[in-house]
């Protein structure tokens, strides 16, 4: 029973002796004498505040978080550009890719005031002047497209590359 009671003790003084090496972390002693109370109210440390809102998984800097990133992008649009003078056009063709927007523009060269035609769209080409409007990608073919009321005055064929 003795021998019990002296491992306890001895248990109990190597727990103290712990207990009293785990002092602060700075290195330096720490001053457990009271002091003179100053009626100050003590000072409670309050956890941050949760999150409200999360931003985007993407980073500051990459190009999703410029303009121009992904999200705000413009359909891809090819010039499909026609001089009109009197009963023709040049060119005869224009060869566009497939599926692209195609912006169809027409150019007064002789100074007079046409109209051009293509898809159910058409506009008013002013005398010296030009007008254009946009047409959503076609699939690969030829289209007509309408000068002056003529059909199939010049084409625009969808599926090539553009050509110079």
């Known amino acids: 029973m003795a021998s019990r009671r002296a491992l306890v003790g001895t248990a109990l003084a190597v727990l103290?002796?712990?207990v009293?090496?785990?002092?602060?972390?700075?290195?330096?002693?720490?001053?457990?004498?009271?002091t003179p109370s100053t009626n100050a109210p003590?000072?409670?440390s309050t956890p941050p505040a949760p999150p409200t809102a999360t931003a985007p998984?993407?980073?500051p800097g990459t190009v999703e978080s410029q303009p121009g990133g992904?999200?705000?992008e413009e359909p891809a649009v090819v010039p499909a550009t026609f001089q009109i003078e009197d009963d023709f056009a040049d060119p005869a063709?224009?060869?566009?890719?497939?599926?692209f927007t195609i912006r169809v523009t027409g150019v007064s060269a002789d100074g007079k005031a046409h109209t051009i035609?293509?898809?159910?769209?058409?506009?008013?080409?002013?005398p010296g002047g030009k007008a254009s409007f946009d047409v959503e990608g076609l699939r690969a073919g030829?289209?007509?497209?309408t000068i002056d009321g003529r059909a199939g005055a010049v084409t625009i064929t969808a599926g090539e590359q553009p050509g110079p």
């Open 93 to 99: 063709d224009v060869a566009v890719p497939a599926f």
């Open 117 to 126: 035609g293509f898809e159910g769209q058409s506009a008013k080409v002013p």
């Open 16 to 18: 103290a002796l712990a």
């Open 20 to 34: 009293a090496a785990c002092g602060s972390d700075d290195g330096g002693d720490t001053d457990t004498t009271a």
């Open 142 to 145: 030829v289209y007509p497209v």
């Open 42 to 44: 003590p000072t409670v």
């Open 57 to 59: 998984a993407t980073p």
């Open 70 to 72: 992904a999200g705000d």
